[in-house]
Every structure is written in C-alpha cells, then in structure tokens.
C-alpha cells in the first residue's frame, strides 16, 4: 500500500527549516520518501493513493514524553485513583490515550500507572483492538514506602529491593522505569524537598536498567534528589523544579549538577503545563500548595533557561492526568516551551518530536519526517512554526500510514 502525501509545509522535527510543498510517500506504514518544491516523487505511480493536505502543514506525531493515563485530570485527581479499581482506571485509561490521538499525540510515555491496567492497554492498542498513541509504559512509579505515589503500587526500599522491582517490571512487560527521587505535591505526607533515596540506591537501579536494556525517568523537585539522579546517570529527569532542601518555596538551582546534565546527555523534562494550568486557577481554588508553586514558577522557569544555555535538551512533557491537565496538553505544553523557556517554534516542535523520541530510545523509528521512520504523521491548519497554536487546529492524524483522526473526529473503527 503506497501513500502520496501532499504537504503545504513539512516540518520534520530535526530543527530543519519547512520545506515548502513537501510530498510524502509513505509504503506499508514507513516513510519512503520525502521531496520538496513541489516535484514529483520518482515512486508512487499509477495505483498510489494520493492525498491532499497542500493547504496544511504536516509533521511528525507528537511525543508526550510524561503522562499518567490513569489518573482523572479532574480537581480530584487524587481521591479518584485512591478509590477506583482497575477495571474502572483501564476504562479512563482509553478514553485518556483517545483524547491525546485526537490532539496530534501519536506516542505517550506513561510516566507512573498500575502495571496490569497500562500494559494491558499498551498491548491491546498495539494489537488493533482499540485506537490510540504508542505507549511506551513504565507501569508503577518506583517509589519508597508510603513515597510520592505509592498507591501505584511499586514500593521498594533499599538497593536490593529496587533491582528487584526493576526486574519484576521488566518481566511484566516495563518498557522503562520511572523512579520517584523526591517526594511530590500529590502525594500528602511526601517530602518535595528531600531526596528519597540515595545516589547509590539509584545508581543500583540504572546498572540494573542498563543490563535490562532500558532507560531510566526520574521524577525530581527538590535539589538534593536531582543531584542523586544525575550523579546516577538517569536518562531524564522531570520536573526539574530544583526546590531547596532547606525551604521547600525557594529554587536552589545548581549550575554544576545542569553542566554534568549536559555533558552526560541528561534530557529536561520540565512538564510545564501543570504550572500553566495553575495560573489560571481563580484565587478561590488556589490551595497553599498550589499558590507555593504559582510563586516559584518564575524563579523554576529561569533556573530552566539556564539549564538550557548550558547545552541540557529539553524534551515535552506535559504530566497530563494530573488535576487541570487533560491529555490533550501537549499543544499547551509546546507553546509554554516557547513562552517561557524561550525555544523558537521550531526547537519546540523538535522536543516534542525527534528529541523526545531521542529520550525514549527510539529515534530510529520515531519522531521525525524522514526516510525509514514510521508514518506517524500530524496535520494541522495554518504554520506552527509562526504560531505554535496552529497545533491546536488538527486536521488529521496518521500512525503508521493508517489515518487515525479526521477533523477531530476517530475514524477507524
Ligand atoms: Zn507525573
């Protein structure tokens, strides 16, 4: 089966200029062929399925580089994962992984869900029976004992407890782990500000990760617990809000701990768009917790920046699922990459594209417009790379070749 794509605009997600009236062959789910100017593709003759999108711009499906597609998004985020069941958490979880397809989402990384509900969902998608992105699953947050999200149910303690998990999780069917080095705001009770394990406990999982093939994303707000992570030699850190281990409304921002980040190809996952969700919250709804983190915001966003001059890669976030932040986010979360870390519309789309396939190891696959990689395709009306609010105006999605949203609307059934 042979596609010819026409493009109006193609941006590829490698930080390339558009190149104008771009065709796309796209052959059993992989792209063959890209051409610019308007020229004839030397392939796709005569019984090639030809598709007009030269009124539109098309790049590659977004990466959500963090989501929790269990959780509600809704005010009460927390009490509904506290008391729903699993049955109820995979109902969510499809509506959830359906929201972000229809948004231009072809790939999410589930940052933190219960094992037997994300994997079950990751598989059925893959196999057909629904619709929905790519996940690439964690399954549980690796917590401690009663540590930020423990109710996902992957609570270890010590250096032996955490190969364990990691092994378990990988014979379940963990894509990667997800390991909680500070508390969080959502979890009452957790420290934010203080490291929950130690750089060798850490380091222990990534040797072990690294012997299963796979990567580690370490979620981290305080500064104590970031330093552990890199020093570790995790693949991501998220959040990255530096909170200071002595007063947990102030940002410590180490520069030494972001230059190691750089040197060592650490990604920020700076999950931005909660913080945006937050400023818009009427002061009625602003919970002390809350107005601590609408405070810090600017101060997080600078010391951000700064990691950014020192050469650390940003990748796209959102923690959709998270209260205020449904999973359709991810145009929210590029164009908070815009406003408030100052990447051009084009370093941002690249984020949320080649590099977070980068992040995921999966770039020779994901992520960009180029030959060899999966049609993963987003098409959207007007010029993202003007305004990146034109990724809010879908026209269509593609995964693999096969046009998954028209207008909005699922259309494969
Ligand atoms: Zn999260």
Request: proline share 5%; charged share 25%; with cysteine.
């Amino acid at each position: 089966m042979v596609s010819v794509i026409r493009a109006g605009r193609l941006v590829d997600g490698t930080g390339a200029a558009p190149i104008e009236a771009a065709t796309i062959v796209v052959e059993d789910g992989r792209i063959r062929e890209v051409g610019g100017e308007g020229g004839e593709p030397s392939t796709g003759g005569g019984d090639a399925e030809r598709i007009d999108y030269s009124d539109c711009t098309v790049l590659p499906g977004l990466i959500d580089c963090h989501v929790h597609l269990v959780f509600s998004a809704r005010p009460t985020a927390l009490q509904d994962i506290l008391t729903e069941d699993n049955r109820r958490l995979l109902l969510r979880a499809v509506h959830n992984a359906q929201l972000a397809l229809r948004s231009g989402v072809t790939t999410v990384r589930d940052c933190g869900g219960r094992a037997g509900v994300i994997f079950a969902l990751r598989d059925a998608i893959e196999a057909g029976i629904v619709p929905g992105p790519r996940i690439v699953a964690a399954g549980p947050a690796i917590t401690t004992t009663g540590g930020h999200c423990y109710f996902l149910e992957g609570e270890a303690d010590g250096a032996d407890e955490l190969r364990r998990m990691a092994r378990r999780l990988a014979k379940e069917g963990a894509d990667f782990f997800k390991i909680m080095s500070t508390g969080g705001r959502m979890t009452p009770g957790t420290n934010v500000s203080a490291a929950q394990f130690s750089q060798e406990e850490l380091s222990a999982l990534v040797v072990e990760a690294r012997r299963l093939n796979r990567t580690v994303a370490a979620h981290g707000h305080g500064t104590a617990g970031i330093r552990n992570a890199v020093a570790a030699g995790v693949t991501t850190i998220e959040h990255c809000t530096w909170v200071s281990e002595e007063d947990s409304a102030r940002v410590a921002y180490e520069p030494d701990v972001a230059a190691q980040m750089a040197r060592q190809g650490t990604f920020l996952d700076p999950t931005l768009s909660p913080g945006v969700a937050i400023e818009s919250l009427p002061e009625s709804e602003l919970t002390p917790s809350r107005a601590e983190v609408r405070r810090m915001r600017p101060a997080v966003h600078e010391a951000q920046r700064a990691m950014l001059a020192l050469g650390v890669e940003p990748i796209a976030g959102t923690d959709a699922g998270v209260a205020g932040v449904p999973l359709d986010s991810m145009p929210i979360e590029v164009m908070a990459l815009h406003r408030h870390l100052g990447l051009s519309p084009i370093e941002a789309i690249r984020a949320a594209t080649h590099t977070a396939a980068r992040a995921c190891g999966r770039e020779d696959e994901l992520g960009s417009v180029q030959v060899g990689r999966r049609a993963d395709l987003l098409v959207v009306e007007g010029d993202p790379t003007v305004d990146l609010g034109a990724l809010r105006r879908v026209r269509a999605v593609f995964r693999e070749g096969v046009l998954e949203v028209d207008r909005g609307r699922l259309v494969r059934s």
